[in-house]
Structures are given as structure tokens and as C-alpha cells.
């Protein structure tokens, strides 16, 4: 049968006998042929399932097309059902995860919530016999490349060049002659530990996935022989030669030939922006599309905003356009258009909103949400020193926005009070995504590895090894703007000039107690502080929770610091003191 291209096939136990009554066919001739059968072989009940998924463009861009294979353990009292539930839902929850997700995070959480719910089935025991336990192996067809998943000892074999590569690894251990035991499976524990890799795709690369009804009892020869000579009945001809060759067990295969590789898939939305030309500078009572001119906003060298007036909707908004200055700077075209892009796919109070255009764009601009108030910069140089109960109600209203990013695997990349506004009704919103990097935004958009740090004094300090931002990055920023709206000043000496900082290790770096600058700060705070601004990102805060928590309530672990000796705080004036009894007990010997 020939399904629709959006269709999800799971064959199940649909088998009484040796006989393949369970044959399904997903096709596509396009850049993906895919083909799958499933038997019950010689046992009564079929507990395997499989599946295959290649859905329509816009789909296809964002998650890739699927396919998997399940293999209910034998021994297990749910084994089949185990199978079915663990298809069904992978292929449910994994298109229902945000695309600025990686595929390599959404899997792994899609997979810890099927193991969660497959142990709790068993009740929560390790007791094979009792469990819902079984294998699961998947490729994601994505872009140019290939995402493998893997736990038990179902397999992923690729044929390239003729030759049979098995990419899996077994998760059995040999007992005895023609004894295994299953080492891992899905809901076998707990805890989950899968495999997983990422292998680039080349023109005429045939995969197969395949349960142990198959794989063990065929050898590679023939298997590259049979894949060799790929088309739709290939799984029925492996299932057929496995038989023949005394197979036992439950039979599921799926092939896939990859017919053409092109440029890697990117967002089509983000496609066509890279064609577009430039904004002109722009005045007020000039016209940009459906949008009239107000006023301009802020201008610098990397981009201009204005104030403009919605003629449809008659909604202010602000239009963020590029800078000329980088018209032929294609990694700053990238992340412009990366920055309309996680916009758009953020949904939260503390964020500027982006719009989409209602029409298509004659330029490359940006449509944000106006907000009126003042800049977070502004505000401190109004309320210098506030109190600490503002301070933590401030951070509350930032971190509560940084964890909505963290929701979607995204880090800021540039926090600072010139990136905050405060509303008149005194909420924070953040307003620049410009330094939104993340291994999803990469995938999607295929931003490079390079990330520019932000203003120097928020940036952390990994950024100037050329390390990848992470949301450990995002709390060092956090800490630093913390520290300032509490004394005014910065944790570290501040850096000046416009020349690109240079730093040769962390100790390089020397942290400024907040207490030295106000006396009404407890100990406990200020090493919370120190905490957050770590400069080695390992000994930073792994959590904005346990950040907020400690700058609250006291951390037990904070201990108070002893009474530095006179010559450490003071040496001028402990040897002028040395000097005084010197002469004083000089004068008391001779009077």
C-alpha cells in the first residue's frame, strides 16, 4: 500500500504464522526512498513495531523524516505493548518539540519521558519478566545528515560503497552458546542511557534497521547482497531469507536509500531574507512598506531602530534595521535574520515579541513590539544603590525570561542594562536577541560555530577562549548586572577602549567583594554573587534557581570570613605600629 507522505505505519502483531501478513511501504521519490515490513515469524504474537514518517516541506525542515523500530523483549509480561507504546509516542512527542531544539536534546528528552512511563507500567521494577521493556533504534533523516538513536540490540547497518557498516553497538552480554542477555533496554531502569551519533549522508547510502529476527540469522554477505539490490519488497526478501535460514523470532526491517543530497535544509522563511537588499537610512514621514516612520529611536554602527506606526493595524511598533556597514558580512546577515528567528519562536512577557510581516518585504528589517519606559541603564542611574528586596524582585522578572530560552535551548549571549527595558508599570523586558546562539538556532538557520562575545564587561570570560556560549554564560551576565544594580560598580576591573580584550587564564581575573562597596550587604550574598561570576564556567551556578535561592535565603555553605590579621588588611599601618613599640621600648631602656 502506498501511504500519504505524512502518514505514520506502525506494523504490529497482525501475523498468526510464518506467513508476512504485515507489509508496509512508505515511499517517496524524492531524496528518500523508504520501505518496511513486519512478521511474527513462527511465534504467535508479534511483539514488534515499526514505523516510518516523511512528512510534507515545511515539516520535513524542521524535524526530518523517521524511521524506527521496536523489539518487545520475549521475557517481559509487556514486551509487545512495550514495543507499540514506545513507537507511538517517540514518533508523537518527537514532532511536537520546538524546533530551536537540537535533534540531539529533543530526542533525549522525548526518550527519558517514554523510559519514565515504561518503568513506572512495570511498577517501578527491574524484574525483567514484569516489564514493559523494549529495544528501540531510529535514524532521523535530516538535512544532510543522518541522526542515529539506539538502546538494546535492534541494529542500524549502512551500505556506502558497497559495503555493510553496522553502526549500532549491542547492548547484550553472551551467556553461554546461543544464551544473551539484554544489558539495556527502554524501561528496563530509571535511568536511561542511549546512543546516539550524527553521520553526514552521501548520494546512494542505503540504511537498514532491523530486529534480531533478522540480523541474527543472516550474515553480512548476504545482507549487502539483498540491500544491494534495494526496492520496495527488499524487506519482505530480508524477512523471507531470514525464515528460510531457521529464524525463530519476531522479523521487522526498514530500508532507506538516500536518492539525491542537496544544500543543507534551512528555514525557507529565513532563506528568502538572505535575498533581500538593505534598508536605506530612513527619516520620519517616510514610508517602508505598510509601515510609516515616526521617528528614529537609536542608531549605531550595527543597526538602526525606529518608531513606526502600523497602517492596517494602526499598532506602534519599532523597525530594527540592519547597518550597511555589514552588507557584505554574511555572518552578521545570519545572525540578523537568527535574530527574527528566535523572536518569533519565543513566547513570553520579559521578551520582545517580533512580528511577522503581513506582506512580503521589499528589505531586510525587523518588526518588535514598542515598549514604553526606560532602559534598565537608565533606571540605575536614577536609583543608585536600591534596596536588596528591589534588587531580588528585579532578578526574579529577568531570570523568570532567561529560563523561557533555557525551555528552548537557547542562551542570550548578550545580557546587559542596555538590553533591559523597564515598562512604566516597572516589569523588565529583555529587547535585543542579536547574540541568541544554540545548537537548535545552528541546525535550523546553520549559523556557524563563531559567536561574537557581547560588551565586554557582561561577557563572560569563555568567550575570550573562543568557547561555545552556554547558560552557564547567561547566569555569569546575570551575576555581573545583580552586582551592579546592588553597588553601582562592576565584580572585576572594568575594561575600557574599543580594542578587543585579551585574556590568558582565569586567574587573570580578580573578584571585588560587593560588601567592600556596601555595608549593608551579608556575607552570604556576597558570596552568592561570587558564585554567579565565576570565571571558570564549571564553578558558576548550574541553576538560575539555586542562584535566586541563595541570594534569599543563607546558604549553609557560604561561611562567614574570619577576621583577616592587621598586616593582611592593613600592612602600611601594622609596620608603622611595629615601629612605635620599637622606639617606645628604645626610650623605656634608657629612661
Not at 115 to 143: C, D, H, M, P, Y
Amino acid at each position: 500500500m502506498s501511504p500519504d507522505n505524512d502518514t505514520i505505519i506502525t506494523a504490529g502483531p497482525l501475523c498468526d504464522g510464518p506467513a508476512i501478513t504485515a507489509n508496509v511501504q512508505h515511499n517517496s521519490e524524492g531524496a528518500l526512498q523508504l520501505f518496511s515490513a513486519s512478521c511474527a515469524g513462527l511465534r504467535q504474537h508479534n511483539d514488534d513495531a515499526c514505523a516510518v514518517r516523511l512528512p510534507a516541506s515545511a515539516e520535513l525542515q524542521r524535524h526530518g523524516s523517521l524511521a524506527a523500530v521496536a523489539d518487545g523483549v520475549a521475557n517481559a509480561e509487556a514486551g509487545g505493548e512495550a514495543a507499540r507504546a514506545a513507537i507511538n509516542g517517540f514518533f508523537s512527542d518527537y514532532y511536537s518539540t520546538p524546533e530551536t531544539w537540537s535533534t540531539k536534546h529533543a530526542v533525549a528528552r522525548v526518550l527519558h519521558s517514554l523510559n519514565s512511563w515504561l518503568f513506572r507500567q512495570s511498577g517501578g521494577s527491574s524484574e525483567i519478566r514484569r516489564g514493559w521493556l523494549t529495544t528501540f533504534s531510529a535514524v532521523i533523516f535530516k538535512g544532510t545528515s543522518a541522526h542515529l538513536v539506539h538502546i538494546g540490540d535492534s541494529r542500524i547497518y549502512r551500505v556506502r560503497h558497497g559495503k555493510l557498516e553496522c553502526l549500532s553497538r549491542d547492548h547484550s552480554h553472551t551467556l553461554g552458546p546461543g544464551r544473551t542477555f539484554l544489558s539495556r533496554a527502554l524501561g528496563m531502569d530509571a535511568h536511561i542511557d542511549v546512543d546516539y551519533r550524527c553521520e553526514e549522508l552521501q548520494l546512494d547510502d542505503i540504511f537498514l534497521i532491523s530486529s534480531d529476527g533478522i540480523h541474527d540469522f543472516l550474515s553480512e554477505m548476504v545482507l549487502t547482497e539483498l540491500l544491494l539490490d534495494f526496492c520496495s519488497s527488499t524487506p519482505r526478501q530480508l524477512i523471507d531469507t531470514a525464515l528460510q535460514a531457521g529464524s525463530t523470532d519476531n522479523l521487522s526491517g526498514i530500508v532507506c536509500r538516500v536518492n539525491s543530497v542537496g544544500l543543507p535544509q534551512c528555514d525557507e522563511l529565513a532563506m528568502r531574507n538572505r535575498e533581500l537588499p538593505f534598508a536605506p537610512d530612513l527619516r520620519p514621514g517616510q514610508q517602508l512598506d505598510r509601515f510609516l516612520i515616526l521617528q528614529e529611536l537609536h542608531a549605531s554602527s550595527r543597526s538602526h531602530l525606529y518608531l513606526a506606526r502600523d497602517q492596517e493595524t494602526d499598532a506602534l511598533r519599532v523597525i530594527k534595521t540592519p547597518s550597511v556597514n555589514f552588507c557584505d558580512d554574511p555572518l552578521y546577515i545570519t545572525r540578523f535574520i537568527a535574530e527574527e528567528w528566535t523572536g518569533r519562536r519565543v513566547s513570553h512577557p520579559g521578551i520582545i515579541k517580533a512580528f511577522a510581516p503581513a506582506t512580503e518585504r521589499r528589505c531586510l528589517y525587523h518588526i518588535l513590539e514598542y515598549i514604553e519606559g526606560q532602559t534598565l541603564r537608565q533606571w540605575m542611574q536614577l536609583n543608585p544603590q536600591p534596596k536588596i528586596h528591589q534588587v531580588r524582585d528585579l532578578l526574579g522578572q529577568l531570570v523568570s525570561a532567561l529560563r523561557s530560552l533555557q525551555r528552548l535551548e537557547i542562551v542570550h549571549g548578550d545580557l546587559k542594562p542596555e538590553n533591559i527595558m523597564m515598562r512604566n508599570d516597572g516589569r523588565l523586558v529583555i529587547i535585543d536577541l542579536g547574540g541568541a546562539d544554540g545548537p537548535g538556532l545552528r541546525e535550523q538557520l546553520h549559523l556557524s560555530g563563531e559567536c561574537p562575545p557581547g560588551s565586554k564587561n557582561y561577557a563572560a570570560p569563555e568567550f575570550f577562549f573562543g568557547d561555545s556560549a552556554s547558560h552557564r554564560s547567561d547566569i555569569f551576565s546575570l551575576g555581573v548586572i545583580t552586582y551592579e544594580l546592588l553597588t553601582g560598580k562592576y565584580p572585576y576591573p572594568e575594561r575600557l577602549g574599543n580594542h578587543h580584550y585579551r585574556l590568558k587564564s582565569y586567574n587573570q581575573m580578580r573578584f571585588t567583594n560587593a560588601s567592600s562597596y556596601r555595608n549593608d550587604i551579608p556575607h552570604w550574598i556576597d558570596a552568592a554573587l561570587q558564585k554567579a561570576c565565576a570565571t571558570d564556567p564549571m564553578k558558576r551556578y548550574n541553576a538560575l534557581s539555586e542562584f535566586v535561592q541563595d541570594l534569599q535565603i543563607p546558604n549553609s555553605q557560604f561561611k562567614a570570613p574570619q577576621k583577616r590579621p592587621l598586616l593582611e588588611r592593613n600592612p602600611l599601618l601594622c609596620w608603622q605600629l611595629l615601629a612605635l613599640l620599637l622606639l617606645l621600648s628604645h626610650l623605656l631602656y634608657f629612661f
